[in-house]
C-alpha cells in the first residue's frame, strides 16, 4: 500500500511540473515575445504538455477477482428440504 501512495505521490510532482511547464509556454505565447512562425510549435508543445499530465495522472483500471458470493439463507433451506425429500421417497 506505500509503494502504491508513493508512486501516485511521484505522479503528482510530475504531473504538476508539466503543467507548469505549459503554463509558461502559454505565457511565452501570450505575451508576443514568440516570433509568429514559432507560435504553432509552442502551442502544440504546452498541448503535449497538458495531455502528458493527463496521461501521467490517469488512474490504472484494476481487474478484480469475483468472490463467490454465499446463497441466501433460502437456498439452504430449499436444499435441505429436497434432500429430505429424496430421502422420504427411496
Known sequence: MAKGRIRFMKAQNLASILIYMAVLFHLI????WVLPQMLQPLQL????????????L???KRK???????????VGQLLERAEEGKEGSM
Do not use: D, H, I, N
Request: hydrophobic letters at 45%; a positive charge; proline letters at 10%.
Open 29 to 32: 505565447v501570450m505575451s508576443g
Open 45 to 56: 508543445a504546452t498541448l503535449g504538455l497538458l495531455l502528458a499530465a493527463l496521461f501521467v
Open 58 to 60: 490517469r488512474k490504472k
Open 64 to 74: 478484480t477477482k469475483r468472490r463467490p458470493r454465499k446463497p441466501p439463507a433460502e
